[in-house]
């Protein structure tokens, strides 16, 4: 809902150079433990040779990607709780595999920190911003 002072038509305002950096950032992570997620179960370390249906597990990232496109908030911030389920899939498999499945998980773990962090600090950017903006617009 549009503050009672702005204008009803007001354009939102652009994004930070931060919010920017930071979403960039999240969709890096995304695209990253999509292509780590592909290709671990379809041709690095399958469960199944061949390939296995786990590779499906990428899907939910992929439906972050318009949300973050149009620097949706809500997306930054279901995507920042979704994020710890592949952490705790990688530090599960890092610690019961062995070989490159135990690298890809520690790898799994790493990036999906990272997104976390992205996520995190997108959040935090857009909702310090929104409130500057309602500072300003109460004090003029």
């Known amino acids: 809902m549009p503050a009672p002072d702005a204008a009803p038509d007001a354009a939102p305002a652009p994004p930070s150079p931060a919010a920017r950096t930071t979403r960039a950032a999240a969709v890096a992570g995304v695209l990253a433990l999509v292509a780590l997620g592909l290709a671990w179960e379809l041709w690095l370390a399958p469960l199944r040779p061949g390939g296995s249906w786990w590779a499906l597990k990428v899907l939910p990232l992929l439906a972050a990607l318009p949300g973050l496109r149009r620097y949706r908030l809500h997306t930054c ?3 920042a709780l979704l994020v710890w ?44 911003a929104g409130r500057a903006r309602t500072t300003a617009l109460e004090t003029s």
Do not use: D, I, Q
């Open 77 to 79: 911030r279901w995507l």
């Open 85 to 128: 389920l592949y952490f705790t899939e990688g530090v599960v498999r890092a610690f019961s595999e062995a070989g490159l499945s135990a690298l890809l998980a520690a790898l799994e773990v790493l990036l999906s920190l990272a997104l976390f962090a992205a996520c995190t600090a997108h959040v935090r950017l857009r909702l310090k």
